[in-house]
Nanobody, 121 residues
Framework: VQLQASGGGSVQAGGSLRLSCAAS??????YGWFRQAPGKEREFVAA???????YYSDSVKGRFTISRDNAKNTLYLEMNSLKVEDTAVYYC??????????????????WGQGTQVTVSS
């Protein structure tokens, strides 16, 4: 399964971006977004399970929305009220995580190449 992330870019604080992640085939039931800022470890952002349940990190809750279009095999991340600290490379991931691994790297088998999001003050 190949995942192709897109939609990153540069925006001022308070702005919005929408990331997309196209999957070559629909194999996995759950998808997630992670991000990695320079000098930091990759961290969980959001996930959506096959039953529609959504999970968010505390840092993005209320500002970001994850969604999926099963017909298009595409995952989205709507990012609003962006902050400078949201600057990172964003990765989409696919897999079949259990609840305890929804927010962990090991819950996902396939990863996209990443798309850069830069938020300036």
């Amino acid at each position: 399964v190949q995942l192709q992330a897109s939609g990153g870019g540069s925006v001022q604080a308070g702005g919005s971006l929408r990331l997309s992640c196209a999957a070559s085939i629909r194999t996995f039931r759950s998808y997630g977004w992670f991000r990695q800022a320079p000098g930091k470890e990759r961290e969980f952002v959001a996930a959506i399970l096959s039953d529609g349940r959504k999970y968010y990190s505390d840092s993005v809750k209320g500002r970001f929305t994850i969604s999926r279009d099963n017909a298009k095999n595409t995952l989205y991340l709507e990012m609003n009220s962006l902050k400078v600290e949201d600057t990172a490379v964003y990765y989409c991931a696919a897999g079949n995580p259990i609840i305890s691994t929804v927010s962990r790297n090991e819950g996902y088998r396939n990863w996209g190449q990443g798309t850069q999001v830069t938020v300036s003050s």
